[in-house]
């Protein structure tokens, strides 16, 4: 058969998750007709340049993800799988994310996923395949965080799609696993980007003021990391001077019960999804990742291009105005926008708690966890990965929570996918050593792991540049502005490496400590919630124009509501007056302190006290604070 031919009958007889290519069919992993126990991971798709699916299975094998091909000619073909060793930054060994594919239930000899240094295309052998539908499958074989982006068939051995992330995307859209351009998604007045708490809010409050919104978020669940896949309970504080109306509307959906690291119940994502859903003049696109920014010109966004993390679908969304909700700040640094990340010296503001000279350290990630009473022994394999365990190193604990925390001295986005993998290592090898070496290892005999997070949390990363950036003085001394607006209550919280985890594992490190030092709360201004320099691009959460050391203080997600709920109301003032983010501060700031003062919350209902288990709770709270002085 000829290839013009070949590809002509591969292209009408397959679908789903197979697209045609030259000489050859090639399989999304994330589109398998059944995932299994195996998970779809997007945190990389701007790294290595697609979604992937994971065996995250805390040390017990999966359930096969299994999808049919049809073959369009009898012969021998050649399987590749797109795959890495996660483990090869810490040992040459060979690492445990091992993984076979099964042919018409058939296991193939080689064993993928164990070795190499990064993502590549590995062989999984040979194979004859008669003309007609073959049954895929990939069969985890330990259950610890195996994972495959892609299979391909090919009639030609070593004829591989590109191994380069640009290349690849290109190779995708040629064979059909991507669309060749976005289809119209609608036009919008606002398009949020981001489905954090920051992003809902911001959504929502746009949406009650009359615009019409679209929220995009790159997962399933919304609510970043309050959701049940991080598990970090709301922090900060609402209701607070001068606007005490603002954040009232999280007592709509914020959760009733209070921790981090607990069942996944507790975090009600329920609540999330239908608070969201329930909101007239509001498009949501749930599983949708930003992948695209149209400018108009180098200073506004017209469109963003967004993609489906399982179906390849993408959508073109128009607007006047966007949000960045990111939290890594991906749409305003696909736009252009100016940004910062790390930390300021201390002569750069003016910052007693800055160091004396900048660097790029940040707040890490943390990967929670937990263990539950099985009732009965429980067996965890033995799992040394370059990083062992002594009984003077290990953590003898049967939980890990925000403490557990990685990557403070890397790339919060260029190298995300190391730091969350080396914290599933250090949680997996320690809690490995407690239950087969520790001396008192019969304390752990009948615990198991419950709950191992894959979606890492994150605390800092890039920060967008405002038209003001906060910093210490503003917070210490009070310093007023014409255009403060939502209020932050936390502490200067800045972490470090914990000292003692340090002296085991020098520039390793996978625990944190931090500093309190206390603040009077402080209204932030107006103007550290938009960009600098593209016009109509608005920011609420961790991504907003403060220093380093401010953002210890305005990052827990209640603030991060509040700011979400003013990004809002200016937008709609925007929409209403056809003017930009910053022409809300220099003309329409009085309309902006009236919607401030009016709040976004329902009036119609009686609204929970969901207050009462905030982290904040011990933060003095004087019957009298003055804003502003």
Known sequence: MTNRLFLAVLAVLLGGPVMAAQNGIFIEAERFDSVGGWSVDQQFMDQMGSPYLIA?????????AVTTVRIPQSGVYHLYARTSNWTAPWTAAEGPGAFRVKVQGK?????????????????????????????????????????????????EEGNVPPGDVTALEAFRRRCGALPEQPSDGGHYDLVVV????????????????????????????????????????LGGRIEMGPYPALGRMLREFGHSTGGNAKPAGNYEDGKKEAFIRSQDGLSYYPSFRCVGVEMLDAGTIGAVVIRHIVSGEELRLTAPLFADCTGDANLGYMAGADWTMGREGRDEYGEALAPEKGDKLTMGASVQWYSVDAGK???????????????????????????????????????????????????YSNWSFLKNHYSRKAEY???????????????????????????????????????????????????????????HFPGNEFKAETRHNPIHPYAVPYRCLYS?????????????????????????????????????????????????????????????QALMKEGAARKDIDLPDNQHFNEGA???RPKDIVFGK
């Open 107 to 155: 296991p193939m000899k080689t064993v993928l996923g164990t070795k190499g240094s990064g993502w590549e295309w590995q062989y999984a052998g040979s194979v004859k395949l008669k003309a007609g539908v073959t049954s895929l499958a990939l069969s985890d074989l330990k259950g610890f965080d195996g994972r495959c982006d892609a299979l391909w068939l090919t009639r």
């Open 377 to 427: 022994k429980t067996v965890f394999p033995e799992f040394i990965y370059g990083v062992p365990f002594t009984e003077e190193s290990c953590e003898k604990v049967k939980m890990g929570e925000w403490t557990w925390e990685t990557g403070m001295n890397l790339d919060q986005v260029r190298d995300f996918e190391r730091i969350r993998d080396y914290g599933l290592l250090v949680v």
């Open 445 to 503: 005999a009948d615990l198991a792991l419950g709950w191992v997070a894959y979606i890492a949390g994150k605390r800092e990363s890039r920060r967008l540049l405002g038209d003001y950036i906060l910093k210490q003085d503003d917070v210490d001394k009070q310093v007023f502005h014409e255009d403060r607006s939502f209020t932050t209550t936390w502490h200067f919280d800045l972490h470090f490496p914990d000292p003692a985890n340090s002296a």
């Open 56 to 64: 995250h299975g805390m040390g017990v094998p999966v359930e096969d």
């Open 194 to 233: 981001g489905g954090g708490i920051a992003g809902i809010c911001a959504a929502v409050s746009a949406a009650r003021f009359g615009c019409k919104v679209a929220l995009v978020n790159d997962r399933p669940v919304a609510g970043g990391n309050n959701s049940s896949e991080i598990r970090v309970h």
């Open 618 to 620: 011990y933060l003095p």
């Open 532 to 592: 600098r320099n593209i016009g109509n691009l608005f920011m609420a959460g961790r991504n907003i124009s403060t220093t380093h050391v401010t953002l210890g203080s305005t990052r827990l997600m209640r603030t991060g509501a509040m700011m979400g709920e003013v990004v809002g109301m200016a937008a709609s003032i925007c929409a209403q007056e056809g003017t930009t983010p910053r022409g809300v501060y220099q003309h329409y700031l009085p309309r902006l």
